[in-house]
């Protein structure tokens, strides 16, 4: 079975018609990546497999489970997370605070235990802690995790909010935009650390993203939208020769 399974998703808002019967499949370890225009129905797809919105035709299984099923905090309870276009950390938190938070699921020590922060609650604490110094190590972030996150460089911050999606230790990953507004450096570095959360940690990735050399060089396949319909589906190769796709997004 797929991992994931999107089957005829359709979506209206008022007049506007944003997704009209998208259909795809994500394996187990793959990179799928979903590219078009603005406006196109990329960031609606995940808000619908987030339950942000509920889609008014369609299926969505992930891992064999109907995620019209749940609620968007129990969306997160079955192994999917997301880092968001716009970053949405809490800016007057450290760093390791922040990363903390992606491990709140997991905590099952009461208010008052952790309180107390003793016996259970204290080894709970400790464990997560030494997970999120792991994600830490991981994306080369050890110099700012004491630092507030509103003076990080804006680079560094988008790598703080992957950072707290990968403490969630999914088994899916939804990445918006992980590269808009970086430099060609900070584009390479998170283009390698995408590759190396795929190949090491073995997550399957689901992302939307504009920079087309990011899309080719990092997908194993990719989705094409264009007015909330899908035009296109392939390897990356495919999708760069595919007549379809340069007339409605790539351009000759």
């Known amino acids: 079975m797929p991992q994931l399974v999107v089957k005829d998703l359709s979506i209206n808002f008022g007049g506007i018609t944003a997704l009209v019967n998208v259909s795809f499949q994500v394996e187990k370890g793959?990179?799928?990546?979903?590219?078009g225009p603005n406006g196109a129905g990329k960031t609606t797809i995940f808000n619908c497999i987030?339950?942000?919105?509920?889609p008014h035709r369609g299926t969505i299984l992930f891992q064999d489970q109907d995620l019209l099923r749940y609620k968007p905090f129990e969306v997160s309870k079955l192994g999917i997370a997301r880092a968001f276009q716009n970053i949405a950390l809490f800016e007057n938190m450290t760093v390791l605070e922040n990363l903390l938070l992606g491990r709140h699921h997991r905590m099952k020590s009461g208010?008052?235990?952790?309180g107390i922060f003793w016996g259970k609650a204290k080894r709970e604490e400790l464990s997560h802690r030494k997970r999120v110094e792991e994600i830490i190590?991981?994306?080369?972030?050890?110099a700012y995790r004491y630092q507030i996150v509103k003076t990080l460089p804006y680079g560094i911050q988008k790598r703080v909010e992957l950072a707290r999606a990968l403490c969630?230790?999914?088994?899916?990953?939804l990445l918006d935009e992980p590269v808009s507004g970086m430099n060609v450096e900070e584009t390479e570095d998170t283009a390698r650390f995408i590759l190396d959360i795929n190949e090491e940690l073995g997550t399957t990735i689901v992302l939307v993203e504009h920079d087309?050399?990011?899309?080719?060089?990092?997908s194993d396949r990719i989705c094409v939208l264009n007015f909330g319909e899908k035009i296109?589906?392939?390897?990356?190769?495919e999708i760069r020769?595919?007549?379809l796709v340069i007339r409605a997004y790539l351009g000759k």
């Open 137 to 142: 190590d991981f994306l080369e972030i050890e």
């Open 50 to 54: 987030n339950r942000i919105y509920t």
């Open 111 to 114: 208010v008052m235990a952790g």
């Open 241 to 243: 020769n595919d007549p």
């Open 232 to 237: 296109a589906e392939g390897r990356p190769q």
């Open 212 to 218: 087309m050399r990011v899309v080719m060089d990092v």
């Open 168 to 173: 969630m230790d999914p088994f899916l990953l």
């Open 30 to 35: 793959e990179i799928f990546s979903i590219i």
